[in-house]
């Protein structure tokens, strides 16, 4: 068992990290399929520089285009958020100016 009590999933041959996150994924398919969004990624990478210092990389869970909103989305699966988490945010609005959406 975890420590967050999460249980392993794998859809269309990926493994997640918890049934929640799988069921998001399987969600995401679908609104793809439907036009919805596009462009759909499972954990990109973002590289957190300040002032020319490599702090962090974050990896989101899933990055996609809004085709309604007309945006560009970087969003995490979330259950419990612990204090590296809160950190990586904060960082990738101050770096890069990305609000991450949770679900």
Request: with cysteine.
């Amino acid at each position: 068992m975890s420590k967050f009590h999460n249980v392993p999933r794998r859809v269309d041959g990926i493994l997640f990290h918890s049934g929640k996150e799988a069921r998001r994924y399987q969600e995401l398919k679908l609104l793809e399929q439907g036009g919805v969004i596009s462009g759909l990624e499972l954990q990109k990478r973002f590289r957190l520089d300040v002032n020319g210092v490599h702090v962090c990389d974050y990896i989101c869970d899933f990055s996609f285009h809004d085709n309604e909103r007309r945006l560009d989305v970087v969003e995490d699966v979330k259950g419990w958020r612990t204090e590296i988490y809160k950190f990586k945010k904060r960082l990738m609005l101050a770096c890069l100016g990305i609000e991450v959406e949770e679900t």
